[in-house]
């Protein structure tokens, strides 16, 4: 399959800082890329999905303005956790595929963030 | 609002047994069904797709079935070992994947 990965695999940051996370298609070229959170024991709620040139869509309840994602080729997303807060230390994963939602999904290694 | 719920939450099993993971959805209008699993701290690994107008799919000892009309999928895990312990997650995909709730699933040797 498609291989996705994301940098970093973990980070701590400190409260009020921002951290980026980059997930990128290696061998395929995604149009759609989706992002994810993953709470402890919890399943993977999707944040936004983010389409290459375009502005990303947002899941009801998650802010833009605090989640920024940039999606500026088609092998690379960005996410961007603005001014963190504790309660955003999370497992975040992205998944690419191309062309529309409906195809396949590769998902990427996952990224942990805490915040303290 | 396309809602999946996965059956059993948890299991454990000594090794050798054949399992059955459940899956159920809300809204029968979906593109594919994804199983994944997840290894704790890790990320998914994709197991199984189904299409929308196939009814299964096979991998070594994993088989996936759909049956879309109702709703439901099934992951059958045949001859399990305990390299098989790990979370397994559903997902359906209506232009977006909505994940199930998981099963974790415990194999002892």
């Known amino acids: 399959g498609a291989v996705v990965s994301q940098h970093p695999s973990r980070v701590i940051c400190k409260s009020g800082t921002s951290v980026k996370i980059e997930c990128r298609s290696l061998d395929f070229q995604a149009t759609t890329m989706f992002w994810y959170r993953q709470f402890p024991k919890q399943s993977l709620m999707l944040m936004a999905t983010s389409n290459e040139g375009s502005k990303a869509t947002y899941e009801q309840g998650v802010e833009k303005d605090k989640f920024l994602i940039n999606h500026a080729s088609l092998t690379l997303s960005t996410l961007t956790v603005t001014s963190a807060h504790p309660e955003d230390s999370s497992f975040y994963i992205c998944?690419?595929?191309?062309?529309?939602?409906?195809?396949?999904?590769?998902f990427g290694p996952g990224t942990r963030l805490t915040v303290t | 609002k396309q809602e999946v719920t996965q059956i059993p939450a948890a299991l454990s099993v000594p090794e050798g047994e054949n399992l059955v993971l459940n899956c159920s959805f809300t809204?029968?209008?979906?593109?594919?069904l994804q199983w994944f699993r997840q290894d704790p701290g890790k990320g998914l690994t994709s197991l199984l797709l189904?299409?929308?107008?196939?009814r299964e799919q096979t991998s070594g000892r994993l088989n996936a079935s759909l049956d879309k009309s109702s709703g439901r999928s099934t992951l059958y895990i045949a001859a399990s070992q305990p390299g098989d312990s790990a979370t397994y997650l559903c997902a359906v995909n209506t232009d977006k994947l909505i994940f199930g709730t998981g099963t974790r699933l415990q194999v002892f040797p």
């Open positions: 809204d029968s209008a979906i593109y594919n």
């Open positions: 189904i299409q929308s107008s196939q």
């Open positions: 998944s690419a595929g191309g062309g529309t939602g409906k195809n396949e999904q590769y």
